[in-house]
């Protein structure tokens, strides 16, 4: 079966830090990732994907992702966060065609 | 339409009523899901429908949760005599399936529904 693990509930960074978020994942078969990013008040959208190919992905707003298949990861990486990066972030994965969600991530940028 | 709409934004219920939520998706969209998202929560599956056929109704939490899609287009999610945990955000999100080339379903999402019960 798969599942989406979100290691951190909250991650504290000051503002033009560096941040990872982690996620790991399981499946039986093949899996596409997604990360979303839902915005305080908002719905959620869609930050970046994987489905194949290059390992590393570039997303909206300066994040990347790199899928580690021998470490059934897909952290999601910034190199300088903004205030505006206040949100909360989830991981997904989809495995036949159903998507499983992470419980997210609170990224609180710190002034 | 331009995004995904769903309706009511915000409904209170008193425990025991009947409750219906819309969703308008995206016109074309093959795929359309639903998950329920409770306080600081991520979203947790509830079905799964390509066209009018409900493919997956797995994570529906009981046989008081219903929903469907008749002609393949709008949907309603129905909750029957509603219980105070019923109280979430109910999502609807809809996809073109095989996005890319792959059977990827890169999800678009409504703003959802808040139920609140009473």
């Known amino acids: 079966a798969q599942s989406v693990t979100q290691l951190d509930s909250q991650v504290p960074v000051f503002e033009e830090a560096p941040v990872e978020l982690r996620c790991n994942y399981s499946?039986?078969?093949?899996?596409?990732l997604f990360w979303y990013v839902q915005y305080p008040n908002q719905g959620l959208q869609l930050l970046l994907k994987y489905l194949s190919g290059s390992t590393l992905v570039k997303g909206i707003n300066g994040f990347e992702a790199e899928f580690n298949k021998s470490q059934t990861s897909f952290h999601l990486r910034k190199p300088s966060v903004h205030i505006s990066d206040t949100a909360e972030y989830f991981c997904?994965?989809?495995?036949?065609?159903?998507?499983?969600f992470g419980k997210g991530t609170r990224l609180h940028i710190l002034p | 339409g331009a995004g995904v709409s769903q309706s009511p934004r915000y409904k209170v219920a008193k425990r025991g009523q009947d409750v219906a939520l819309r969703c308008d998706p995206i016109?074309?969209?093959?795929?359309l899901f639903w998950y329920q998202q409770a306080l600081g929560q991520g979203p947790e599956f509830l079905t799964y429908f390509q066209n009018e056929a409900q493919l997956d109704k797995s994570g529906l939490p009981s046989d008081r949760f219903f929903a469907e899609r008749p002609e393949g287009s709008v949907s309603t999610l129905k909750i029957q005599r509603t219980q105070q945990e019923d109280s979430a955000v109910y999502l609807c999100a809809s996809s073109l399936p095989g996005t890319g080339g792959s059977g990827a379903n890169v999800l678009t999402f409504g703003a959802g529904s808040r139920l609140t019960v009473l």
């Open positions: 016109s074309g969209h093959v795929s």
């Open positions: 997904a994965a989809q495995g036949d065609d159903k998507i499983i």
């Open positions: 499946s039986s078969v093949s899996v596409y």
